[in-house]
């Protein structure tokens, strides 16, 4: 025993041990941006695939990547994500290799029972497009959970050995400590295993602070009253204001009293046949002549939007809601997450 040494990665490891950690606090707050993030990707992953998928239970815990290298051998899909704004820092999303091949064939038209498990283009196409979704979508709940806007770059997406991962990105060396979050993947009795969020160590303690900050108040300080976010839940709040007898503070809706403007008049009726006509709007860019002339088939135009990202609902070309793409039959269709107010509504319309 006197002759045995210790490595200096070893060294490195029990320092680590013994100087990092993370507090109840902290980790609770990384399970909720966990819980609320992936959480609505699993929705945006239920319509690719049109079946049920349900990421749920989180778990955080503390790690190094060597210790997850031994843990982990064979090969998996990694998908590594920038974030560009709102917050700096970069994640590693990994699914299991047979996780990931069920995902592609049900992409690709297949029921899901019998997977390529050899994944070739195709395959590794449809799973990117599977984390462009799901890690646009959480960026957008994201960026409503911390109240700023989060933006991510879309993710790279490749069949990544645990042991060549110095190869893959700088931000995860093996004697980096990170944070991982555990998730329950179930894909309707194809799929019950595991996904892992893997996020750096200082990364994922700016995470966990950016949320606890803004859900505390500095002493002394008073709470002031928020104004209700838009969302179709408070759509439905402010309908029940107007027709509900229970009390409801006057602070909170009075600015809906002006709706009575374009209600009452029964002038209104007469126009309620009108036709009109309903866009959706993905995006949009402004480009030189010359670059419209340089367009050709195969040409990519990069609009002003993220994957995932919600589109605007148009009336006449007035922006009346928000929603999000969604396929319907083998057509598309919008579902709407966020409406103005019938006020805003009628006005837009003048």
Same mark, same amino acid.
């Given at each position: 025993?006197?002759?045995?040494?210790?490595?200096?990665?070893e060294i490195?490891?029990?320092?680590?041990?013994? /100087?990092?950690?993370? !507090?109840? /606090?902290?980790?609770?707050?990384? &399970?909720?941006?966990?819980?609320?993030a992936f959480?609505?990707?699993?929705?945006a992953?239920?319509? %690719?695939?049109?079946?049920r998928v349900? %990421?749920?239970?989180?778990?955080?815990?503390?790690?190094?990547? #060597?210790e997850?290298?031994?843990k $982990?051998?064979?090969p998996?899909?990694? =998908?590594?994500? *920038? $974030? @560009?704004?709102g917050?700096?820092?970069?994640?590693? /999303?990994?699914?299991?290799?047979? *996780?990931?091949?069920?995902? =592609?064939?049900?992409? /690709?038209?297949?029921?899901?029972?019998?997977?390529?498990?050899?994944?070739g283009?195709?395959?590794?196409?449809?799973?990117?497009?599977?984390m462009?979704?799901?890690?646009?979508?959480a960026? +957008?709940s994201? #960026?409503?959970?911390?109240?700023?806007?989060?933006?991510?770059?879309?993710?790279? +997406?490749?069949?990544?050995?645990?042991?060549?991962?110095?190869?893959f990105?700088?931000?995860?060396?093996?004697?980096?400590?990170?944070?991982?979050? $555990?998730?329950?993947?179930?894909?309707?009795?194809?799929? *019950?295993?595991?996904?892992?969020?893997?996020?750096?160590y200082?990364? =994922?303690?700016?995470?966990?602070a950016?949320?606890?900050?803004?859900? @505390? +108040?500095?002493?002394?300080?008073?709470?002031?009253?928020?104004?209700?976010?838009?969302?179709?839940?408070?759509?439905?709040?402010?309908e029940? +204001?107007?027709? !509900?007898?229970?009390?409801?503070?006057?602070? @909170?809706?009075? *600015?809906?009293?002006?709706?009575q #403007?374009?209600?009452?008049?029964?002038?209104l009726n007469?126009?309620?046949?009108?036709p009109?006509?309903?866009?959706?709007?993905?995006g949009?860019?402004?480009?030189?002549?010359?670059?419209? %002339?340089?367009?050709?088939?195969?040409?990519?135009?990069?609009?002003?939007?993220? =994957?995932?990202?919600?589109?605007?609902?148009?009336?006449? &070309?007035?922006?009346?809601a928000?929603?999000?793409?969604?396929?319907?039959?083998e057509?598309?269709?919008?579902?709407?997450?966020?409406?103005?107010?019938?006020?805003?509504?009628?006005?837009?319309?003048?």
């Open positions: 025993m006197a002759n045995e040494m210790l490595s200096q990665e490195n490891a029990l320092l680590k041990e013994d /100087l990092a950690e993370l !507090s109840p /606090l902290e980790r609770d707050a990384l &399970g909720e941006i966990g819980n609320i959480g609505s990707g699993s929705t992953l239920s319509l %690719l695939l049109n079946r349900e %990421l749920n239970t989180p778990t955080v815990e503390l790690s190094e990547m #060597s997850l290298i031994r $982990y051998p064979t998996c899909i990694a =998908a590594e994500v *920038d $974030y @560009q704004k917050l700096k820092g970069t994640n590693l /999303l990994l699914v299991q290799m047979h *996780d990931a091949a069920v995902i =592609a064939d049900l992409m /690709l038209g297949g029921d899901g029972t019998k997977p390529n498990m050899e994944l283009e195709m395959e590794l196409s449809a799973i990117g497009e599977a462009n979704q799901m890690t646009g979508k960026s +957008t994201m #960026s409503s959970l911390f109240e700023m806007r989060v933006e991510i770059a879309p993710p790279r +997406t490749r069949v990544l050995s645990m042991q060549n991962i110095e190869e990105s700088k931000q995860f060396i093996k004697n980096n400590l990170v944070v991982v979050i $555990y998730f329950r993947l179930v894909i309707e009795a194809l799929v *019950d295993s595991k996904l892992m969020l893997v996020i750096p200082a990364f =994922a303690r700016e995470m966990a950016t949320l606890i900050e803004k859900n @505390q +108040t500095a002493p002394g300080e008073s709470i002031k009253p928020e104004p209700p976010k838009p969302s179709i839940t408070n759509s439905f709040a402010r029940e +204001t107007k027709t !509900s007898d229970s009390a409801v503070r006057p602070i @909170q809706f009075g *600015d809906l009293h002006s709706t #403007s374009f209600e009452e008049p029964g002038n007469l126009l309620l046949d009108v009109l006509e309903i866009s959706v709007e993905l949009s860019t402004k480009m030189r002549i010359k670059e419209i %002339l340089e367009l050709g088939i195969g040409s990519v135009i990069e609009l002003d939007r993220l =994957a995932g990202e919600l589109v605007d609902i148009l009336v006449n &070309g007035k922006l009346i928000k929603g999000e793409v969604v396929v319907i039959d057509n598309f269709g919008v579902k709407i997450t966020d409406i103005v107010s019938p006020f805003e509504r009628v006005n837009n319309l003048q």
